[in-house]
């Protein structure tokens, strides 16, 4: 007897459904694209409950007769392509024709839809149709999608939080709102608006409707084109930046799309401007003939390949400096070619004047012992007494004493003391507040928002007076009182954004741990910063106090020391 057979349809589609119905999200970005696809100019997404009771899609397109309504839940059913020469030219969104049996295999799904004449309905439960009737004769297409999974128990138990699969729903409708702008979206969730974009096709307009106008104001124009490509959109000025790369949107041909090494050339491009460990808010469009492109590498259509890559990097490249370039007035720094000069100038000065030392100076005769104080010593004996004598580079203090010289880097030191302070107020919270003279609005995008109101009882918990102020914004009228004095407000906007990154998996300990190290980075002595030597002391006596005293949160040293008898080495003065 053959051990090999032929899967039934309903239970090949719920295989299929594992790839392209991962999530709520899933389900709205192939019904929506099914919408874009059949030329609407109005798409409505209604959610209940983050949609995983209820997602209802509505929209002013095409539509179908009955023949199509009833054939395009048929698995690899489409309109999009006939032969294998259209594969090669794919001009819409969707193209598979996998989606809409894939959820109807795992969901109770109806389909209204019309061309204008008569309107058909369509019931399938579980991937069996239920019933098919007559209905009315309104324009377009409604989907509604219920009960999702209900089926398939062990891909329901690992479905997200509601907050969580909403701002999925969320990010995701805010990207092909900004592919789409002459598109009117809107997206409701138990009745309350997230989005709503009023189809103008200003790409401005969208940013502003999604990031608010503090943000929408400083995003700058970038177009350009050569034999292969023509790029156009906005990209943030420098002082702009986020916690991760999610606001790096990248569209091609109007389709939301993933690849590495576009997002890290735009992002390079902005060394020396930004953090490193920071992104910007970038939204462009790649217009490019399809078959330069493989879009059919993955089922979710995200995943994109692009037949000439280097062209395209040399292009995004070369718009995105020379926009930088351009709108930076702060510091002018002259033009590549000159700081390319600069560069290799310094480095054959500094080559020649190595060789020129190594002539005089027999190298193999010199050996360099750092020597990094041990944490294994007593509390006393961490760091000994020690008398600061100057500050070279504006960074590094200079120390002695009998033993030999230290050398301590302030920045690292203040780096270490704050964060075993703010770590400590953390763990420990009081109930001390302090009321803001001018209280602090934030804007959000509304999939940060979403997340933020999941976890805003953690900061209330650390005594900050924080309410909702209008759209996707929020008001800070009063923070705890170990925030760095003259440094509020930026403190309160890491804070937020870090409750706001740390979104998947949130623990306490490994948000104090973040609040920790980034306020003790960014409130600490710079480098190049002349103090004192009374400040230097009070910076040494704060170090010795702490329980780690000898690296900073990031694992640099705080402290090197050269013995007398290594110091002696150096200059040939021992009797060896």
Request: net charge negative; hydrophobic share 35%.
């Amino acid at each position: 007897m053959s051990k090999i057979k032929v899967m039934d349809e309903i239970l090949a589609n719920k295989i299929a459904a594992g790839e392209v119905v991962e999530r709520c999200m899933s389900v709205v970005k192939e019904l929506v694209e099914n919408s874009i696809d059949a030329g609407s100019s109005e798409i409505k997404v209604e959610l209940q409950e983050a949609g995983t009771k209820l997602i209802r899609v509505t929209d002013n397109g095409s539509g179908m007769d009955k023949e199509d309504a009833v054939l395009s839940f048929n698995r690899h059913a489409t309109s999009k392509i006939e032969d294998e020469d259209d594969l090669y030219r794919i001009n819409t969104l969707g193209f598979r024709g996998e989606a809409l049996a894939s959820i109807a295999s795992v969901s109770d799904i109806t389909l209204k839809t019309s061309t204008g004449n008569v309107g058909t309905v369509v019931n399938i439960k579980g991937g069996k149709v239920i019933d098919v009737i007559t209905g009315d004769a309104r324009r377009g297409t409604i989907v509604e999608v219920k009960e999702l999974f209900y089926n398939t128990p062990a891909r329901l138990k690992h479905m997200k939080s509601l907050h969580t699969e909403l701002a999925s729903i969320t990010e995701y409708m805010n990207k092909l709102a900004l592919a789409n702008p002459s598109i009117r979206f809107t997206l409701i969730n138990n009745n309350n608006v997230l989005l709503q974009t009023d189809g103008s096709n200003n790409l401005l307009k969208t940013i502003s409707d999604i990031y608010g106008m503090e943000i929408t104001k400083k995003m700058v124009e970038i177009s350009g084109e050569d034999d292969d490509y023509v790029i156009n959109g906005y990209i943030s000025l420098p002082e702009v930046h986020k916690s991760n790369r999610k606001h790096m949107i990248n569209l091609v041909n109007g389709r939301v799309v993933r690849n590495v090494e576009l997002n890290k050339t735009i992002n390079d491009a902005y060394h020396s401007y930004k953090p490193d460990n920071r992104y910007p808010v970038v939204v462009i469009n790649i217009e490019v003939d399809p078959s330069l492109i493989d879009v059919n590498i993955h089922p979710t259509k995200m995943d994109i390949k692009f037949s000439k890559m280097e062209e395209l990097i040399s292009l995004v490249n070369e718009l995105t400096v020379g926009c930088l370039k351009q709108e930076t007035k702060i510091v002018d720094i002259g033009d590549v070619k000159n700081v390319q000069d600069v560069k290799e100038d310094t480095c054959t000065k500094s080559t020649v004047t190595k060789k020129e030392e190594k002539s005089k100076i027999k190298y193999e005769e010199l050996t360099l012992d750092f020597n990094i104080i041990s944490e294994s010593e007593e509390q006393y004996k961490k760091i000994p007494r020690m008398y600061p004598v100057g500050l070279v580079h504006g960074t590094y203090i200079i120390c002695q004493n009998d033993e030999g010289m230290y050398i301590i880097d302030q920045h690292a030191a203040k780096e270490r003391i704050n964060y075993e302070l703010y770590k400590n107020k953390l763990g420990t919270p009081n109930n001390e507040s302090i009321s803001l003279l001018i209280p602090v609005t934030i804007e959000l995008t509304n999939n940060e928002f979403i997340v933020l109101k999941e976890n805003i009882d953690l900061l209330k918990d650390m005594k900050f007076d924080i309410e909702e102020f209008g759209v996707n914004s929020i008001i800070v009228k009063a923070h705890p009182t170990w925030l760095p004095t003259s440094y509020e407000e930026e403190s309160i906007r890491r804070i937020i954004e870090i409750v706001i990154q740390l979104e998947k998996g949130f623990k306490l300990e490994k948000f104090n741990e973040n609040v920790a190290i980034n306020l003790s980075c960014k409130m600490s002595i710079k480098a190049n910063t002349n103090i004192g030597l009374e400040e230097m002391e009070a910076l040494i006596n704060e170090l010795r106090n702490c329980d780690n005293p000898f690296n900073c949160p990031h694992g640099r040293p705080t402290i090197i020391t050269y013995t007398k008898y290594e110091l002696e080495r150096l200059f040939k003065r021992s009797g060896f």
